[in-house]
């Protein structure tokens, strides 16, 4: 199918949000704590609003980390997987490495795309079919074949608590960095040649990051070895592995 139409409700819709985001100021915005520890700011849930409002259709389903899981979902063929504000530790702290993330799920599979970090001024979009672009412009996933020099993006907080000591002496670069979405959006784009996690995410956190790697030929699987059926009633999955196949064949082996 041609998901052209939908791209641009997604673009719409990313618009529509980074405009509501000049209200708040990244870096002096108070927060709270969700269940489980997470923070949350006012700009979180305002997105979510506008994002809903934009996005949803009567026939389609939503899952955002910021809305009450209804799960009638699970009966909808089509369904918005969300992230408002994906990086909510870096907003609060200012550190450009946020991002407005959204997906468009059709039977499980992600078929279009968009992720927008206002902070750096980049949208990033595509539908399976048709590749992605950063800006306007195509883009296409890194072809580096090799770990030695690779960039790989790693969580900010996996690397403060420790977890990527066992690969310090990796041939390839660790670069710490903040939103998940955005770290595999900026794989898929081949700004940086890899990235992935040692600790499980939702489906919000990771299915617009999912479509545009696909979309760009390259390959993720979750740290299990699966690809992912989204819009499941559990929301988490294991931690993941994106780059191009050569070089994720190679970072799978490293983490076994």
């Known amino acids: 199918m041609d998901y052209s139409n ?14 509501a985001l000049k209200e708040f100021t990244p870096g002096k915005i108070q927060s709270t704590l969700k269940t489980g520890g997470n923070p949350v700011t006012e700009a979180d ?8 409002k934009e996005l949803l259709r009567d026939d389609e389903g939503w899952l955002s980390e910021e809305t009450k899981d209804d799960l009638s979902r699970l009966d909808n063929e089509c369904v918005w997987i969300v992230d408002p504000l994906d990086g909510t530790r870096e907003f609060i702290e200012g550190i450009p490495e946020w991002c407005i993330s959204i997906a468009y799920i ?3 599979q992600p078929q279009a795309a968009g992720i927008c970090n206002p902070a750096t001024n980049q949208t990033f979009l595509g539908t399976r079919n048709n590749g992605i672009t950063l ?27 420790g977890e990527w000591k066992q690969f310090e002496n ?10 998940v979405a955005y770290k595999m959006a900026r794989v898929a784009a081949g ?28 390959k993720v699987l979750d740290k299990d070895g699966n690809v992912r059926v989204f819009n499941q009633q559990n929301p988490l999955l294991s931690g993941l592995i994106s780059a191009n ?12």
């Open 245 to 256: 196949p050569i070089l994720h064949e190679k970072l799978s082996r490293l983490c076994e």
């Open 170 to 179: 990796a041939p390839f670069e660790i670069i710490p960095m903040g939103s």
């Open 191 to 218: 700004l940086d040649d890899a990235t992935f996690t040692l600790v499980p995410k939702n489906e919000w956190d990771v299915a617009a990051g999912w479509l545009l790697i696909e979309a760009t030929g390259g």
């Open 135 to 161: 800006n306007g412009k195509p883009a296409q996933i890194s072809q580096k074949q090799d770990m030695d020099g690779a960039t790989v993006l790693a969580s900010r907080s996996e690397v403060k608590r």
């Open 106 to 108: 059709v039977n499980g």
């Open 6 to 19: 939908v791209l641009e409700r997604i673009g719409k819709a990313l618009v529509a949000a980074t405009a």
């Open 45 to 52: 849930v305002r997105l979510d609003k506008i994002l809903k």
